[in-house]
């Protein structure tokens, strides 16, 4: 009988559940907007930078989603970057706050909302 072997969660693995806690932390309140939008991970972002965006390199995007007459409704996504944040973060409490940070600010950004009015414990502009 093979003797019992830890479990193993790969980078990858252990990324995608810093983003589902950090989704879940929000379904308290946003349950209704947040059935609404996809979540996705990419390992980088794509090679044509998007005009709009103001890092150099970005930790995330927002889809909006549409709808087309005639055809189902794309459903808005919010997709990010893995190695951008992992790079950015000493540590996995570090990853899991920027985590958390970069969902609310393209959900705060889908709803035309401030961040704090989605997270009032996201750091303000001080």
Do not use: C, H, K
């Not at 309140?29 to 980088?44: K, N």
């Amino acid at each position: 009988m093979p003797p019992n072997v830890p479990l193993y969660r790969t980078r990858v693995e252990r990324f995608d559940d810093l983003v589902l806690l950090a989704v879940a932390q929000l379904e308290p309140r946003w349950e209704t907007e947040l059935s609404g939008i996809e979540f996705a991970v990419e390992e980088i972002p794509p090679v044509e930078p998007d005009p709009d965006e103001v890092e150099p390199v970005p930790l995330a995007r927002l889809e909006p989603g549409s709808a087309v007459l005639g055809q189902p409704e794309r459903p808005a996504r919010i997709v990010l970057y893995r190695r951008p944040l992992m790079a950015r973060a000493d540590g996995q409490d570090e990853l899991a706050e920027l985590v958390l940070d970069v969902i609310v600010e393209q959900f705060a950004r889908w709803l035309g909302v401030d961040p704090q009015t989605v997270d009032p414990s996201y750091p303000g502009d001080d």
